[in-house]
């Protein structure tokens, strides 16, 4: 007889909860870096820095954190797996119409100054994030929601849909994570404090990542 698999002998309760708690963190230190330390956010001022700022703001808080919380709805939300369904399609939804939004500040701001367009790695794994991400709604919404009924395509198709998902929202962060070391090095940063907020991002948004994988292998409770 095979043996039986054997569990992790832990709860992603845990781990939502720091997960959260990151979250908060990731959002205060976004917002301090690009308000206080940067120019602010705008769409219209003459200023096109700040149209650029929002850029990383959308991305991060928009498009990286609210899939995070996504992805969690399943472990993180006390109600039946429907409810915990349409949270986790809505919610991934936001991430997808903020990420756009993102990506419209940056290629509005290469536009006004002219500057060429997807020219550096960072780019070529943003792109292709938002773009499989896109596929990946499109693809589960209409698996997962017609035929509303359970179907053999449908379960078969459930693991991929997990393992997929999960190797999109690690592209996310490492999307993130190259677009804030670029920006370090065009705006000549060393050791200053804004040096450490920038980093500091950046471990904080692997962190949830690693985080947010966990809770996906980890059950509520075991
Ligand atoms: C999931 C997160 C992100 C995605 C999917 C993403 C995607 C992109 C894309 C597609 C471009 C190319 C725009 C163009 O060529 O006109 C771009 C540009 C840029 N992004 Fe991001 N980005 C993300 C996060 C960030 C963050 C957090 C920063 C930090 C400030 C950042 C900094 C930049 C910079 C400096 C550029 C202009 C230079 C370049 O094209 O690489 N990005 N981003």
């Known amino acids: 007889m095979a043996p039986k698999r054997r569990s992790y002998q832990a709860s992603a309760t845990p781990i939502t909860v720091f997960a959260h708690l990151l979250f908060i963190a990731v959002t205060i230190l976004v917002l301090v870096w690009l308000i206080k330390f940067r120019e602010g956010l ?12 929002l850029h990383p703001m959308f991305m991060i808080i928009g498009f ?9 709805a399943y472990k993180t939300i006390p109600a039946t797996r429907t409810r915990q369904k349409i949270v986790h399609m809505i919610l991934n939804l936001i991430a997808l119409l903020a990420g756009i939004v993102g990506l419209y500040a940056v290629f ?6 002219g500057i060429p367009d997807v020219y550096t790695l960072h780019s070529w794994f ?3 994030t938002i773009s499989l991400f896109t596929l990946q709604w499109l ?3 209409f698996t997962f929601w017609f035929p509303a009924t359970y179907s053999a395509r449908r ?12 190797v999109i929202f690690f592209m996310a962060i490492l999307s993130a994570v190259t677009g804030l070391t670029e ?8 050791r200053e404090q804004e040096a450490l907020i920038v980093n500091f991002t950046g471990l904080l948004v692997f962190l949830f990542g690693v985080s947010v994988g966990f809770t996906v292998l980890l059950p509520t409770s075991y």
């Open 42 to 53: 705008s769409f219209t001022s003459d200023n096109k820095l700040k149209l650029f700022n």
């Open 64 to 72: 990286v954190l609210i899939s995070g919380q996504a992805i969690m």
């Open 108 to 113: 509005q701001f290469h536009h006004d100054l």
């Open 126 to 128: 943003g792109i292709t």
């Open 139 to 141: 693809f589960a919404f």
């Open 155 to 166: 379960v078969n198709f459930y693991p991929w849909h997990v393992l997929v998902g999960m």
């Open 183 to 190: 920006k370090f090095t065009f705006i000549g940063l060393k």
